[in-house]
T-cell receptor, first 112, second 111 residues
Framework: EDQVTQSPEALRLQEGESSSLNCSYT??????LFWYRQDPGKGPEFLFT???AGEEKEKERLKATLTKKESFLHITAPKPEDSATYLC?????????????FGKGTLLTVNP | AAGVIQSPRHLIKEKRETATLKCYPI?????VYWYQQGPGQDPQFLIS???????DKGSIPDRFSAQQFSDYHSELNMSSLELGDSALYFC??????????FGSGTRLTVV
């Protein structure tokens, strides 16, 4: 069974204070690892998909990296508008079986 | 760019009633997924359709059913509603496994 564990559950940062969120996973044949941002009461907003160990992707203040066992979402000099829940999800390989298995998320709060 | 459209945004039903949620995927996306997210929980996969055929099934109660129509829109039908069915219901669509995009969700409240 695919499993995703995110840590920490909650993280409080001061504006400009860089940090990292962790996502460790076990999956039978990883097809892709996804990062989403979710604001309260809204749908998950796509950030990145990583496909192979060693891959890195960046978007503004966010950078996602992937190893064979975990992924990190690095947040550089965060701003209050980066406050949200960050969800990690894995997609296992397999024909026409593209469901995502999510972790419980990290609630990030950035104080001005 | 077109997004995944869900309706209604909010729905209030009484116990034992029936609810129907609708989802319009991104044009040319061939796969539709339904997820349930309880308060403070992560999204849980319910069911998916690939080219209008059910492709995978998760933890979906027998009281729920879903289908995808010829125009690719999908409906989630929920009967004999229980208080525990109160949640956010998300639809997502993708082209094969790519471009996985979620809608804004339907908030179902069962009273």
């Amino acid at each position: 069974e695919d499993q995703v564990t995110q840590s920490p559950e909650a993280l409080r940062l001061q504006e400009g204070e860089s940090s990292s969120l962790n996502c460790s996973y076990t999956v039978s044949g990883l097809r892709g690892l996804f990062w989403y941002r979710q604001d309260p009461g809204k749908g998950p907003e796509f950030l990145f998909t990583l496909y192979s160990a060693g891959e890195e992707k960046e978007k503004e203040r966010l950078k996602a990296t992937l190893t064979k066992k975990e992924s990190f979402l690095h947040i550089t000099a965060p701003k209050p508008e980066d406050s949200a829940t960050y969800l990690c999800a894995v997609q296992a390989g397999g024909y026409s079986n593209y469901k995502l298995t999510f972790g419980k998320g990290t609630l990030l709060t950035v104080n001005p | 760019a077109a997004g995944v459209i869900q309706s209604p945004r909010h729905l209030i039903k009484e116990k034992r009633e029936t609810a129907t949620l609708k989802c319009y995927p991104i044009p040319r996306h061939d796969t539709v997924y339904w997820y349930q997210q309880g308060p403070g929980q992560d999204p849980q996969f319910l069911i998916s359709f690939y080219e209008k055929m059910q492709s995978d099934k998760g933890s979906i109660p027998d009281r729920f059913s879903a289908q995808q129509f010829s125009d690719y829109h999908s409906e989630l039908n929920m009967s004999s509603l229980e208080l525990g069915d109160s949640a956010l219901y998300f639809c997502a669509s993708s082209l094969q496994a790519d471009g996985y995009t979620f809608g804004s969700g339907t908030r179902l409240t069962v009273v």
